[in-house]
């Protein structure tokens, strides 16, 4: 008995001082609590701040989205069939049946995508990105109210992967231009698109640079860095700036995954509206030409003509006759400036060239033999590129020029050897791994082509088919081009 009672008062003993304990911690926890609720309060003063950034925001991204579209584009493809192990009647009529058709017969399927665009113009035109509805047989758009219109490409130019869609509607909300030239590093913009099929998604993220170049996604590029989420889908759909207006049209995202990093690209709003108003109006791009070659400045070349900055282009050659020729550009001059805008490097020149009207007469600052210079030019329309603009035609999106003195010399080619010569061919173009850059192409179904008029010339006869005779790597060969080949 005497040690069951000595159990029981421990019990209650032990009892009792773990409930002290409870006591202590739960009081103690309390004190906290009500301490970190006191001293970490947020202020009014913050809040109201919060809420007038949020509100702001909130009011841009309400008077920009009715102006974003989705775009839906399907396309028909066509796959060769399964070709017979054995060509033998006996197997096609016993064994073709049994599995549904499969040998050699070619298959047809319908391929689907989606991108996003968005509206430049009341009256229905739409800006979006040429990848997004490239090759598509049926053009979709999705309006922020639900409504669906047929669209109509009117134009589209690879070379900054730009194009101009229209659907028939009045009365549409259309963005405000924004002018991409004063956008500057650190500044606030929103993306708005579809990415991944979810309607009318909202990013918010800042410039992380400008004039990014060299980034293998068109052959002209200029673009705004950012890091406002940009995912597939987002595609054609604008980036906007603070005032709501347009200053890009997203287009790419730097990704080891698939997905977003971080890392955004989009066309400046600049540059997409001299292509867009060109394909609207000329339904192709016209570009401005100078005639150089121009290639980086580095370090030394610049300490030496005695600039403090490494910006500029360095001319390293000059084409016969050209603009740049006649207002006295010479060999080994550095372009500083140029239209009054200071040159960031060659691409960057490429880029100011390009967008300035043919006939256009501008100043360009120079530096030569240490000393600064001012040139005038005339800017030439940049003719000797040409290609062929029905898409229905097998020798749509080939670029050629004339085949010159100078380029004979650069790539060995005899003089005997006449025609012009391919510059680059578009992806979807049915020449595309058949023919290269830096064929020369001599005669199109036995008419000889001597320069650039004769191959627009008989190109525009060409339709489903052509016999194509060309240099290549010193030996003449030819190939036959077939419209869906």
Do not use: C
Request: charged share 25%; proline share 3%.
């Amino acid at each position: 008995m005497k040690k069951n009672r000595k159990f029981i008062i421990s019990g209650i003993l032990l009892l009792l001082i773990g409930v002290t304990i409870g006591l202590v911690i739960s009081s103690k926890f309390d004190f906290q609590t009500k301490g970190f609720s006191e001293d970490y309060q947020i202020s009014k003063e913050s809040q109201e701040l919060l809420s007038k950034i949020g509100n702001a925001m909130a009011e841009v991204i309400q008077a920009v989205r009715p102006s974003v579209v989705n775009i839906y584009t399907t396309k028909k493809i066509k796959r060769q069939g399964i070709p017979f192990p054995f060509n033998d009647p006996f197997f096609r009529r016993f064994f073709d049946d049994e599995f549904g058709g499969l040998f050699n017969r070619p298959k047809e399927f319908t391929q689907t995508a989606l991108g996003s665009g968005v509206i430049v113009d009341p009256s229905g035109y739409i800006l979006t990105n040429y990848h997004v509805i490239k090759g598509a047989d049926e053009i979709k758009v999705k309006l922020y109210d639900k409504k669906v219109f047929d669209g109509t490409l009117v134009g589209y130019d690879a070379k900054t992967d730009i194009a101009v869609i229209k659907i028939k509607s009045n009365g549409l909300r259309a963005i405000k231009w924004g002018d991409s030239d004063k956008l500057k590093v650190g500044e606030t913009v929103i993306a708005i698109g579809n990415p991944y099929g979810l309607n009318l998604t909202v990013t918010r993220g800042i410039v992380s640079a400008t004039g990014r170049a060299n980034v293998g996604i068109a052959d002209y590029e200029d673009f705004i860095q950012t890091d406002a989420a940009i995912n597939p889908g987002n595609s054609g759909g604008p980036l906007v700036n603070v005032s709501g207006e347009l200053v890009g049209i997203n287009t790419a995202i730097f990704s080891t995954t698939g997905g977003y990093q971080g890392i955004g690209f989009a066309i400046p709003s600049n540059m997409a509206k001299v292509v867009m108003d060109s394909l609207i109006k000329n339904k192709k791009v016209i570009r401005g030409w100078l005639g150089v070659t121009v290639q980086d400045l580095d370090i030394e070349m610049a300490k030496t003509s005695g600039l403090k900055e490494i910006k500029g282009a360095v001319v390293t050659d000059i084409q016969d006759g050209s603009p740049a020729e006649k207002a006295g550009l010479m060999r080994k001059d550095i372009i500083i400036s140029f239209n009054g805008k200071e040159v960031e490097d060659a691409a960057h020149l490429r880029n100011l060239v390009v967008s300035t009207p043919p006939g256009k007469t501008v100043n360009m600052e120079i530096i030569r033999g240490g000393k600064r210079y001012t040139i005038t030019a005339t800017i030439g329309e940049l003719g000797a590129e040409q290609m062929v603009s029905e898409s229905e035609s097998v020798l749509a999106g080939i670029y050629v020029e004339d085949l010159t003195s100078k380029i004979r010399s650069q790539l060995h080619i005899p003089k005997k050897i006449n025609g012009v010569i391919i510059s680059s061919i578009d992806p979807d173009s049915p020449a595309d791994g058949l023919l290269m850059r830096g064929d020369v192409i001599m005669e199109i179904n036995n008419e000889k082509i001597n320069s650039v008029k004769d191959f627009v010339r008989v190109s525009k006869k060409v339709k489903n088919e052509a016999i194509i005779w060309f240099f290549r790597d010193g030996r003449v060969s030819y190939i036959t081009l077939k419209v869906g080949q």
